[in-house]
Protein backbone atom coordinates (compact mmCIF):
# COMPACT_ATOMS: atom_id res chain seq x y z
CA UNK A 1 0.00 0.00 0.00
CA UNK A 2 1.22 3.31 -0.79
CA UNK A 3 1.59 6.37 1.21
CA UNK A 4 -1.08 7.89 -0.87
CA UNK A 5 -3.71 5.57 -0.11
CA UNK A 6 -3.69 5.59 3.29
CA UNK A 7 -4.82 9.73 2.61
CA UNK A 8 -7.35 8.53 0.29
CA UNK A 9 -10.75 10.65 1.52
CA UNK A 10 -14.16 9.41 1.14
CA UNK A 11 -16.68 12.25 -1.18
CA UNK A 12 -20.13 11.81 -1.48
CA UNK A 13 -22.23 14.02 -3.84
CA UNK A 14 -24.90 14.22 -6.55
CA UNK A 15 -23.94 14.37 -10.02
CA UNK A 16 -26.47 15.27 -12.63
CA UNK A 17 -28.92 13.50 -10.10
CA UNK A 18 -27.31 10.03 -9.63
CA UNK A 19 -25.99 9.94 -6.21
CA UNK A 20 -21.72 8.87 -6.64
CA UNK A 21 -19.47 7.25 -4.00
CA UNK A 22 -15.62 7.47 -4.13
CA UNK A 23 -12.43 7.42 -2.50
CA UNK A 24 -10.15 10.31 -3.88
CA UNK A 25 -6.68 11.84 -2.61
CA UNK A 26 -6.94 15.09 -0.61
CA UNK A 27 -5.31 16.80 -3.66
CA UNK A 28 -7.28 15.85 -6.31
CA UNK A 29 -9.45 18.73 -8.46
CA UNK A 30 -12.54 18.39 -8.93
CA UNK A 31 -12.74 18.31 -12.73
CA UNK A 32 -10.08 15.67 -12.27
CA UNK A 33 -12.57 13.71 -10.46
CA UNK A 34 -15.24 14.65 -12.93
CA UNK A 35 -13.36 13.79 -16.25
CA UNK A 36 -11.22 10.99 -15.17
CA UNK A 37 -13.49 8.72 -11.97
CA UNK A 38 -16.71 9.81 -13.51
CA UNK A 39 -16.31 9.69 -17.17
CA UNK A 40 -17.99 13.15 -17.31
CA UNK A 41 -15.49 14.88 -20.14
CA UNK A 42 -17.83 17.80 -20.96
CA UNK A 43 -15.94 19.54 -18.43
CA UNK A 44 -13.12 21.26 -20.18
CA UNK A 45 -10.06 21.30 -18.83
CA UNK A 46 -8.23 24.81 -20.57
CA UNK A 47 -5.77 26.92 -17.89
CA UNK A 48 -6.13 25.20 -15.00
CA UNK A 49 -5.87 28.60 -13.17
CA UNK A 50 -9.79 29.65 -13.60
CA UNK A 51 -9.17 31.89 -15.66
CA UNK A 52 -10.77 30.54 -18.86
CA UNK A 53 -13.92 29.14 -17.56
CA UNK A 54 -14.39 25.99 -19.49
CA UNK A 55 -14.18 23.65 -16.88
CA UNK A 56 -17.13 25.39 -15.12
CA UNK A 57 -20.01 23.39 -13.32
CA UNK A 58 -23.05 24.01 -11.47
CA UNK A 59 -22.65 22.93 -7.51
CA UNK A 60 -26.26 23.25 -5.36
CA UNK A 61 -27.10 25.64 -8.03
CA UNK A 62 -24.02 28.14 -8.47
CA UNK A 63 -21.39 28.18 -11.40
CA UNK A 64 -18.27 27.07 -9.87
CA UNK A 65 -14.89 26.58 -11.89
CA UNK A 66 -13.96 23.12 -11.26
CA UNK A 67 -9.86 23.37 -11.53
CA UNK A 68 -10.04 25.68 -8.53
CA UNK A 69 -12.09 23.48 -6.22
CA UNK A 70 -10.77 19.98 -4.90
CA UNK A 71 -13.09 17.09 -5.08
CA UNK A 72 -13.67 16.42 -1.17
CA UNK A 73 -15.02 20.22 -0.96
CA UNK A 74 -17.94 19.01 -3.44
CA UNK A 75 -18.45 15.76 -0.47
CA UNK A 76 -22.36 16.56 -0.04
CA UNK A 77 -23.10 18.86 -2.87
CA UNK A 78 -25.23 18.48 -5.77
CA UNK A 79 -23.13 18.83 -9.19
CA UNK A 80 -24.59 19.66 -12.26
CA UNK A 81 -22.44 19.17 -15.56
CA UNK A 82 -23.11 20.29 -19.22
CA UNK A 83 -24.17 16.33 -19.99
CA UNK A 84 -26.78 17.05 -17.12
CA UNK A 85 -28.42 19.80 -18.46
CA UNK A 86 -30.17 17.26 -21.99
CA UNK A 87 -29.54 13.39 -20.73
CA UNK A 88 -28.92 11.24 -23.95
CA UNK A 89 -32.24 11.12 -25.63
CA UNK A 90 -33.44 14.22 -24.08
CA UNK A 91 -35.19 17.56 -26.04
CA UNK A 92 -32.08 20.13 -25.39
CA UNK A 93 -32.36 23.11 -23.32
CA UNK A 94 -33.64 26.41 -24.34
CA UNK A 95 -30.19 27.68 -23.80
CA UNK A 96 -28.64 24.56 -25.83
CA UNK A 97 -31.02 24.70 -28.93
CA UNK A 98 -30.27 28.37 -28.89
CA UNK A 99 -27.27 28.31 -29.13
CA UNK A 100 -27.38 25.53 -31.79
CA UNK A 101 -29.62 27.72 -33.39
CA UNK A 102 -27.80 31.47 -33.20
CA UNK A 103 -24.35 30.15 -33.78
CA UNK A 104 -23.37 30.52 -30.93
CA UNK A 105 -20.27 27.86 -30.94
CA UNK A 106 -17.99 26.92 -33.19
CA UNK A 107 -14.79 24.78 -31.73
CA UNK A 108 -17.19 23.98 -28.49
CA UNK A 109 -14.24 24.06 -25.97
CA UNK A 110 -16.08 26.87 -24.10
CA UNK A 111 -19.32 26.08 -24.92
CA UNK A 112 -19.86 23.83 -22.16
CA UNK A 113 -18.56 26.82 -19.39
CA UNK A 114 -20.38 29.09 -20.88
CA UNK A 115 -23.80 27.14 -20.87
CA UNK A 116 -23.12 25.94 -17.66
CA UNK A 117 -22.61 29.53 -16.34
CA UNK A 118 -25.87 30.96 -18.31
CA UNK A 119 -28.11 28.18 -16.93
CA UNK A 120 -27.17 29.28 -13.85
CA UNK A 121 -27.63 32.66 -14.48
CA UNK A 122 -31.32 32.05 -16.15
CA UNK A 123 -31.91 29.92 -13.26
CA UNK A 124 -31.65 32.48 -10.94
CA UNK A 125 -32.42 35.82 -12.79
CA UNK A 126 -35.18 34.51 -15.35
CA UNK A 127 -34.73 37.54 -16.77
CA UNK A 128 -31.58 38.58 -17.16
CA UNK A 129 -30.70 42.05 -19.53
CA UNK A 130 -27.96 42.00 -22.29
CA UNK A 131 -25.68 44.14 -19.03
CA UNK A 132 -26.55 40.85 -16.92
CA UNK A 133 -25.34 38.40 -19.84
CA UNK A 134 -21.95 39.96 -20.69
CA UNK A 135 -21.17 40.21 -16.85
CA UNK A 136 -21.61 36.23 -16.38
CA UNK A 137 -19.91 35.22 -19.62
CA UNK A 138 -16.62 37.50 -18.36
CA UNK A 139 -13.96 35.26 -17.47
CA UNK A 140 -15.22 32.90 -20.49
CA UNK A 141 -12.23 32.38 -23.13
CA UNK A 142 -13.80 32.17 -26.29
CA UNK A 143 -11.35 32.10 -29.56
CA UNK A 144 -13.73 31.45 -32.45
CA UNK A 145 -16.79 33.36 -32.07
CA UNK A 146 -16.30 36.92 -30.92
CA UNK A 147 -19.57 36.39 -28.05
CA UNK A 148 -22.19 38.10 -29.97
CA UNK A 149 -23.75 34.69 -31.32
CA UNK A 150 -23.30 33.72 -27.38
CA UNK A 151 -25.13 36.73 -26.20
CA UNK A 152 -27.77 36.65 -29.00
CA UNK A 153 -28.10 32.62 -27.67
CA UNK A 154 -28.45 33.72 -24.59
CA UNK A 155 -30.88 36.49 -25.36
CA UNK A 156 -33.25 33.93 -27.55
CA UNK A 157 -33.10 31.33 -24.58
CA UNK A 158 -34.61 33.69 -22.08
CA UNK A 159 -37.23 35.21 -24.12
CA UNK A 160 -38.04 31.51 -25.46
CA UNK A 161 -38.20 30.70 -21.70
CA UNK A 162 -40.65 33.98 -20.96
CA UNK A 163 -42.68 32.80 -24.07
CA UNK A 164 -42.85 29.31 -22.75
CA UNK A 165 -44.19 30.10 -19.27
CA UNK A 166 -46.63 32.72 -20.12
CA UNK A 167 -50.21 31.05 -20.41
CA UNK A 168 -52.28 30.33 -23.61
CA UNK A 169 -54.50 33.50 -24.85
CA UNK A 170 -57.50 32.37 -25.22
CA UNK A 171 -58.79 33.25 -28.79
CA UNK A 172 -62.26 31.93 -28.68
CA UNK A 173 -65.22 33.68 -30.17
CA UNK A 174 -63.00 36.80 -30.76
Same mark, same amino acid.
Given at each position: ?58 ? !? $???? *? ?11 ? %?? @??? /? ?53 ? !? $???? *? ?11 ? %?? @??? /? ?13
Amino acid at each position: MSGLESLAVPVRCTVNGVEQTATVEPRLLLSDFLRHQLGLTGTHVGCEHGVCGACTVMI !D $GKAV *RSCLMLAVEANGT %AI @VTV /EGLAADGQPLTPLQKAFHEEHGLQCGFCTSGILMSLTALIEHQPSPTEDDIVTTL !D $GHLC *RCTGYRNIVRAAQ %AA @VKA /EQHRSRPAVATAGR
